[in-house]
């Protein structure tokens, strides 16, 4: 793929200077935690749609959206006079709870979008203003309405910082938490992969619950995200996702969809719960609901509402310019079929990216849902000897039902995987070793060529990429030849990224929210 780039402004002496005195200010003043900063060395100082100018006059195309919080891009015209409005009107900014014009308007235009069976009885909680403390609300509400503690959670989930909200993550672990395998295709826990896998997943989960000897505490629910973004950009199956929804309600167990980065048309559907047609008992749901401010609400069948006035509060659940941004930005997004816009293009981008499977050794799968991608970076000279053990052969390439696919697997191209004992089945190939630092490389070479990307994963090896919804087919084409020629500047040099001088920067160099920075398991 050539290489397609916008024309860079030339840098001025004196700019240059104050970027980097910035950045040397801000590592200077800021914890070790800060994390985008160590690997996104620019200072953003104008920003429209998807592209950034920095302080020292470089424009790049942005990848990473606020971590998918920005699903107009930056900058909308109907996000900023919806702001501009707001403030213009004299009405308060700070609310607490009281209802308003302004939220009244937003949690209208939010249960327009919702799943119907769920909207026809929905309650809403306003939440303190980041993803994490919806989950940690979501986690609430279903301990407080069924009585129940325990909770079940996937391994390689992101579902925020907070003690809960991490608690059923693919981390720290916690007595009430029970982990259930998440289904995937090029690294399947039970080295099947395809329908074989999900159904081995589904049945162990059953055979858990089911089980008085399993040692699972009395449950109070289980969460799922419809995508695990940070985990690797891995799409839940739709039949799996169904069985879950079937196994949940079968044992009274409500099940909590976490939407906070899939949701607002992100993978190609409103809610990324709709592809499968499934109906959460509780949406979490943050990001892009607040056009680009801080807002997070969950969203809940009124069966579970028992809370008592007071049970569950928050001094800035009443965000009026944040709920004023969300209501322009769902409209704008149901209105001009970003979803839907996002489904085609997505599938069009991950038809570009699909050959890079081939034509890089380094690339071990290519997967995604709608505009929210990844490409997952091994290390093909750590190839770990043996026999195969599954399906697939060697140097050819096989499509998922998800849309995603990996090298090392036999079928034609639009194919789906085989599985043992099924026709044509052919041998398992072990997955290759990740390989995060030919990743961070890869990220790298993008940003020398104007695109900034995330890298996500259980070890930080999955190029991962989240436009806005509103990204030009230009612009798309932009993004996938520069991310190509970043791939194999990468792998054509096997160049790495400098270790870090001192063990804090070591344990602080990935990119916050990866899996990576909370649990040391194998991706």
């Given amino acids: 793929m050539a290489l397609t780039q916008l024309p860079p402004p030339v840098p001025s002496a004196g700019a240059q200077a104050g970027h980097e005195g ?3 200010r801000q590592s200077a003043r800021e914890s070790a935690a800060r994390t985008y900063a160590r690997s996104l060395p620019i200072v953003p100082v104008r920003a429209r749609g998807m592209t950034i100018e920095g302080a020292d006059g470089r424009r790049y195309l942005d990848c990473l959206s606020g971590a998918g919080t920005l699903a107009l891009g930056h900058n909308h015209p109907v996000v900023l006079e ?15 709870d009281l209802a308003t014009p302004v939220k009244d308007d937003f949690t209208s235009e939010l249960f327009a979008t919702l799943p119907p069976g769920l909207a026809e009885s929905a309650r809403i909680q306003f939440c303190g203003p980041a993803g994490t403390d919806a989950v940690e609300a979501a986690l609430k509400l279903v301990r407080t309405a069924t009585g129940r503690e325990g909770l079940l959670a996937f391994t390689g989930a992101y579902h925020g910082m907070t003690s809960g909200a991490l608690a059923v993550s693919g981390g720290a672990p916690d007595v009430r938490v029970t982990r259930l395998p998440f289904p995937q295709e090029y690294r399947c826990p039970y080295a099947t992969g395809g329908e074989a896998g999900e159904r081995l997943a589904a ?3 059953e055979s858990l619950l089911d089980d008085p000897g399993s040692g699972v505490p009395a449950l109070a629910g289980m969460i799922v995200e419809p995508v695990q973004g940070e985990g690797g950009v891995l799409p839940a199956p739709d039949a799996w996702l169904r069985r879950m929804r079937e196994i949940t ?8 969809a976490d939407e906070v980065q899939t949701g607002v048309g992100r993978t190609g559907a409103f809610w990324g719960v709709e592809h499968s047609g499934i109906v959460p008992d509780v949406m979490v749901l943050s990001k892009a609901i607040g056009g680009s401010l801080p807002l997070a609400v969950i969203v809940y069948r009124d069966e579970l509402d028992v809370w008592r006035p007071g049970d569950h509060a928050g001094t800035f659940r009443g965000n009026q310019l944040a709920m004023a941004a969300g209501t322009a930005t769902l409209r704008y997004v149901r209105e001009n079929a970003l979803a839907e816009r996002a489904a085609a293009l997505g599938e069009r981008m991950l038809d570009r990216l699909r050959p890079l499977a081939a034509d890089h050794a380094c690339v071990a799968e290519v997967r995604g849902r709608g505009l929210m991608l990844g490409v997952e970076i091994v290390d093909p000279e750590a190839a770990v000897p043996g026999p195969p053990v599954g399906p697939g052969a060697p140097g050819s390439v096989a499509l998922s039902a998800s849309g995603s696919v990996a090298s090392g697997t036999s079928g034609a191209s639009g194919s789906a995987p085989t599985v043992p004992g099924s026709p044509g089945a052919g041998p398992w190939t072990e997955p290759l070793p990740a390989a995060p630092a030919l990743a961070a490389a890869v990220q790298q070479e993008c940003l020398r060529r104007g695109l900034i990307v995330e890298l996500g994963g259980r070890h ?8 806005p919804l509103t990204i030009t087919d230009e612009q798309a084409e932009a993004v996938l030849d ?4 970043a791939i194999a500047a990468a792998s054509r040099t096997g ?11 070591a344990g602080a160099a990935t990119p916050a929210g990866t899996p990576s920075t909370r649990a040391p398991h194998t991706a």
């Avoid at 309600?249 to 909590?256: H, K």
């Fill in 495 to 505: 160049r790495r990224i400098p270790t870090p001088r001192t063990p804090k920067e």
């Fill in 22 to 24: 910035i950045l040397r």
């Fill in 203 to 205: 049945r162990w989960t």
């Fill in 82 to 96: 919806a702001i501009r409005s707001v403030l213009d009107s004299g009405a308060p900014l700070h609310v607490l």
């Fill in 482 to 485: 520069r991310l190509a020629d």
């Fill in 460 to 467: 930080a090896s999955v190029v991962r990429l989240l436009p």
């Fill in 249 to 256: 309600a079968a044992r009274g167990i409500p099940l909590i």
